[in-house]
């Protein structure tokens, strides 16, 4: 079993910056696909952005050049750095495991953390 602890969430102005973190446990952290989407309030949640254990990166066309998805598999964990933010981007952001799939696709992912908000003021 996988268990993901999301961190990092906060309230910025538009414009700034955060850093969001996702611990992983476990031994196979490496061989998954790890995820992160997004939910904003009363809507469903939608794909950000993803990591495939090879190193290929996926994102949704309205955080692409603003965003960052990265892995660091000796410490278990996957970050999305988040630049040049805007009101838009409100959201409780989860990260989430696949052992494959379709890394845009919810629905590949067996394993979710418990989310972290963020807040951009405008």
């Known amino acids: 079993q996988v268990q993901l ?12 910056s955060l850093r969001l973190s996702c611990a992983a446990s476990g031994r196979t952290f490496s061989s998954y696909v790890m995820g992160w989407f997004r939910q904003a309030a009363g809507k469903e949640r939608v794909f950000v952005s993803a990591i495939h ?25 996957v970050y999305l750095q988040m630049n040049s933010l805007k009101p838009e981007d409100t959201a409780v952001y989860y990260c989430a495991a696949a052992a494959g799939g379709h890394p845009p696709d919810a629905r590949s992912y067996a394993h979710w953390g418990q989310g972290t908000q963020v807040t951009v003021s405008s």
């Open 5 to 16: 602890v999301e961190s990092g969430g906060g309230l910025v102005q538009t414009g700034g």
């Open 53 to 77: 254990w090879s190193g290929d990166t996926y994102y949704t066309g309205s955080v692409k050049g603003r965003f960052t998805i990265s892995r660091d598999n000796a410490k278990n964990t």
